[in-house]
Every structure is written in structure tokens, then in C-alpha cells.
């Protein structure tokens, strides 16, 4: 079945301005589009609250595939950690989560 949509993104974020930005977006699509797919099936699942390790890392190769069509070669940091979230550490292609025990502050400029 085909569900029609219409999507509109507005963004304040300066084209590459190197924030992760089109990641981001694109694992907010991806996860969004296999939630409305979810429910047009009738799956008993509610990935929207429930988003399990397999279904993350299906949001996060759409998201791969979204930045490789925009980008070309990208690392792939961007939108795994748009996907999983937290402090990571990536390393030749391996993500990992690291623990930390403080609060960290961040500035942001451009």
C-alpha cells in the first residue's frame, strides 16, 4: 500500500556548517517512515516507544544509504551517532558507547 505524504523541513542550520545536520534529518526520516510502515502493517509493536536494537540499526543503514546518495563517501559517524545517541567513540567503522562519569559542557558556534 502506498501512503501519501507530504514532508517539509525547515532548518536554521547553515548548509555545511559540518554539524551532522543531514544525518540527523535522515535518521529522523528513516525512523519516522519505518514507524508509519509499522503501522500501515499492523504490527503489534510500537517502535515509536519501543525502538528495539534491530529496528535502530535498520533506522541507521537508511540513514547510512540517505548520506551516501547526499554526500558520496561519508564516514558514517554522523548518522550512527544521530542514531544511537550519547558519547561514542568510532573507530574504522566500530562504534562504541563510552560511559562517562561527569556532565560535559559544549559550545556550539559557527
Do not use: W
Request: glycine content about 10%; some cysteine; overall charge negative.
Amino acid at each position: 500500500d502506498v501512503v501519501p505524504m507530504e514532508i517539509t523541513v525547515e532548518s536554521e542550520i547553515p548548509l555545511g556548517a559540518g554539524l551532522g545536520s543531514s544525518a540527523a534529518l535522515s535518521v529522523c526520516l528513516a525512523s519516522g517512515l519505518m514507524g508509519v510502515l509499522h503501522q500501515v502493517q499492523g504490527a503489534a509493536e510500537d517502535i515509536f516507544n519501543n525502538l528495539q536494537e534491530v529496528h535502530r540499526r535498520e533506522v541507521c543503514d537508511y540513514a547510512f544509504l540517505s548520506e551516501k546518495i547526499l554526500h558520496g563517501t561519508p564516514s558514517g559517524i554522523d548518522n550512527s551517532i544521530s542514531t544511537y545517541g550519547g558519547v561514542c567513540r568510532f573507530r574504522q567503522g566500530s562504534l562504541n558507547p563510552v560511559n562517562l562519569n561527569t556532565k560535559l559542557r559544549i559550545l556550539l558556534v559557527n
